[in-house]
């Protein structure tokens, strides 16, 4: 490599007497379906074997750098960090397995969201000969990035050797060279104090070895228990002496002196916690049994909010379908707005939980309440959606209650917390046939007995049609809607860039957004945008529906959105890209368009094509309309939904 040359990605190791597997690593490295990199190899004085077995290789993407004495992993790593060339930097250990299309999948994703400045993914840990034998739950668990920002204080939930970021954070950030062990959790706290976003892919793009010399393995024993305590302890100084304090590090130091806390008590702190969590949960079961006669229902559910949003519309169709029962719902999570609160008084008795849930003492209590109350009052069912809380009462419940989730996409996470309670739920509840096809396949990598796959059940969402399909205006300009969060995996920001390209190149288009989403979209597109906000009239919401012409979706995943439903209800031409069920009722040319989930250059152009034919071309535009009319009011009457919930919770014993 000459010196002028900048290639896309820079790949760096640090090596110390990696003989025994070195050659698994580089090899793993070079056979990349994403060939523009250089792969920096520091030999960090080495006594074994390995700087020979790097020379061996000829491709001169490899630039070996070999240290005159031993500088350990964090002043190797730094030192790479100054030499490389990459636009982006990609970490690798000298004992690990890239699988081939990491970098093009790291890379793609980086540059499909400008907003997240390190990307991980998730890790298969295989032993000494290569054999998958286990999976990190913490990794598995934090995919998002509000995952890993609540995480983090806690417990490291990124591989390092799994990373890669943009080259532009090192006019900031470094390893921390008082970090000997763990420096690679160091920085990911410093990142995400200072509201850096880092994302994770949900693939195993990483074979992480786990073996006796391993430098996690060497450091556990060296260090111990206090290895964490050491890694926050000098952070926080740190973080103090720049007077970046923040509420994130005030976490970190909650688990610094609960960790201490732990530690000093070594032999006993385990059965401690537990008695001390069992002690807070019988308080809670006692006051729960007082208090049951006033918490009395056949039916229970447990729902995370009452705020707006499609989950919680779907919701209250089904508190409406029982609501003859006068079921109980318990709100677990804090809601942003009261938009839909009265919607479910309307149908049910409803109990805000969320300010006792979000401290760890008060769960605790709540869940020994609400197991007793349940327990007490024997329901005939309990159902609960996207509620972390619901899964914590199950192994306290009666095996008599039956049990009921429902998920409503793949890919956020709480499907991962679910799987561990595949057994104990009678009925678990999916709303498109992706979505079953997932969990399927979740229950196969983790052994589960097929005869759990048959307690799955679709149950399809519905939305009101109007009796005709409602009329178009067809002034020349296209009235292009986007409904809903302003989360990460919504991506809005790209629907902004698509505005922004539409009016360069003179397509006659007006981008309206309903949702709480202007933060999500940077400010040098609001000129391009429309900003209604939240809107919790239902006939507003309509009336926008019957004004609009396009739908626009390009989430990264999803479950089937009640955006898409509703749209076509009311002639709205849906495009989106694949992601979850949304393939199973957009045919492609036919009642909508769907865009692959590329890169975001390339769904950039994908959209602003389709966008182009419906502007142009005015038969198409109405063909499509009435296709996607016809096939909401076929698909997406509801006959079926309220029997199929009224079977399943309650009929079903009748």
């Not at 980086?110 to 739950?137: H, M, R």
């Not at 995952?147 to 890669?164: F, Q, V, Y």
């Not at 719902?329 to 109990?351: G, P």
């Amino acid at each position: 490599m000459t010196d002028a040359y900048s290639p896309k990605v820079t790949v760096l190791m640090s090596v110390y007497n990696g003989e025994q597997y070195i050659e698994e690593a580089i090899d793993s490295i070079l056979s990349q379906t994403f060939p523009d990199f250089e792969f920096l190899i520091i030999d960090d004085a080495s006594t074994d074997n390995s700087f020979n077995i790097i020379s061996k290789y000829t491709d001169n993407r490899i630039k070996i750098i070999q240290n005159e004495d031993n500088l350990g992993l964090t002043k190797s790593l730094n030192k790479g960090l100054k030499i490389a060339k990459g636009e982006y930097i990609a970490r690798m250990d000298a004992d690990d397995i890239s699988i081939k299309e990491r970098l093009e999948k790291q890379i793609k994703y980086l540059e499909s969201d400008p907003s997240c400045v390190l990307i991980s993914c998730f890790i298969d840990i295989i032993d000494k000969n290569g054999i998958s034998i286990n999976e990190w739950t913490s990794d598995i668990r934090a995919q998002t990035y509000e995952l890993i920002r609540d995480t983090l204080p806690r417990e490291n939930c990124i591989a390092h050797s799994t990373i890669m970021f943009r080259r532009s954070i090192l006019e900031k950030y470094s390893y921390n060279q008082e970090q000997i062990h763990s420096q690679d959790y160091d920085l990911y706290l410093n990142l995400v104090s200072d509201g850096i976003r880092i994302g994770k892919i949900t693939e195993k793009l990483v074979k992480y070895r786990s073996h006796p010399k391993s430098i996690t393995a060497i450091t556990n024993q060296n260090q111990n228990k206090w290895k964490t305590i050491t890694l926050r302890y000098k952070y926080l100084i740190r973080r103090i002496a720049n007077k970046k304090i923040n509420f994130f590090d005030l976490r970190v130091f909650e688990h610094l002196i609960i960790d201490i806390f732990y530690s000093c008590f070594t032999d006993i702190k385990y059965n401690l916690l537990q008695l001390l969590k069992e002690i807070i949960i019988k308080m809670g079961v006692s006051f729960g049994f007082l208090i049951s006669p006033f918490f009395n229902a056949q039916i229970y559910f447990f729902f995370p909010v009452y705020h707006i949003g499609g989950a919680e519309k779907v919701h209250a169709n089904i508190i409406k379908c029982v609501k003859q029962l006068s079921p109980i719902i318990f709100f677990t999570k804090k809601s942003n707005n009261n938009a839909f609160k009265n919607l479910f008084k309307q149908y049910a008795s409803i109990f805000d939980i969320s300010t006792f849930t979000s401290n760890p003492i008060l769960t605790n209590f709540c869940v020994g309440a609400i197991s007793s109350i349940l327990n007490k009052n024997k329901p005939i069912s309990i159902l609960g959606s996207n509620s972390v809380f619901f899964y914590r009462l199950l192994p306290r419940l009666d095996p008599k209650i039956r049990c009921i989730d429902l998920i409503h996409a793949f890919g956020g996470g709480i499907e991962n917390i679910g799987i561990f309670h595949v057994k104990r739920l009678d009925i678990r509840i999916v709303i498109n046939s992706q979505t079953k096809r997932d969990l399927s396949l979740q229950y196969e990598k983790f052994c589960i007995n097929k005869s759990f796959h048959n307690r799955i059940i679709l149950i399809e969402n519905f939305v009101e049609i109007p009796q005709e399909k409602p009329k178009k205006e067809d002034r020349g300009i296209l009235r292009i809607l986007y409904v809903g969060r302003g989360t990460e995996e919504k991506r809005v920001n790209i629907i902004a860039k698509i505005a922004k390209y539409c009016h360069k190149r003179n397509i006659p288009a007006n981008f309206i957004f309903v949702g709480d989403v202007a933060n999500s979209i940077e400010r040098k597109y609001y000129e391009y945008c429309q900003f209604l906000g939240e809107i919790t009239d239902e006939n507003e919401l309509i009336r926008i529906y019957e004004e609009s012409h396009i739908l626009l979706l390009v989430s990264r995943y999803e479950g089937f959105p009640l955006v898409i439903m509703e749209a076509m209800a009311h002639g709205v031409i849906p495009i989106s890209t694949k992601a979850g069920g949304i393939s199973d009722h957009i045919q492609n040319g036919k009642n909508g368009y769907l865009i692959e989930n590329h890169d975001e250059k390339q769904i950039i152009f994908d959209a602003l094509d389709v966008i182009n034919q419906i502007a142009i071309n005015l038969d198409l535009r109405n063909e499509l309309s009435e296709a996607s009319y016809n096939y909401a009011k076929k698909n997406f009457n509801g006959r079926d939904f309220c029997p199929k919930y009224s079977e399943i919770l309650y009929l079903y014993n009748n």
